[in-house]
């Protein structure tokens, strides 16, 4: 959908309504395209580094072998 300025100003809150909907809409000043509408999609958060820390715990006999491979070790 396109439209120009004077008519966006108008308009706007129906062109916002259809930007939400997943439809692109630009906007005309003079006959060239100015601004375009789009829905912004959420960002992604990256995890930061050490926000897990505590939640992780090791038992203190992890890097022993386990009972079904110890006749294996010996």
């Known amino acids: 959908m396109q439209g120009n300025l004077t008519e966006a100003s108008q308009d706007l809150v129906q062109l916002v309504e259809a930007a939400l909907h997943g439809e692109e809409i630009l906007i005309l000043k ?5 601004v375009k509408l789009t829905l912004v999609e959420p960002a992604q958060h990256r995890p930061q580094f050490g926000s897990a820390k505590g939640l992780i715990t090791i038992s203190d006999d992890f890097d022993e072998p386990l009972e079904e491979m110890r006749e294996y070790m010996e």
């Open 30 to 34: 003079e006959g060239k395209p100015v």
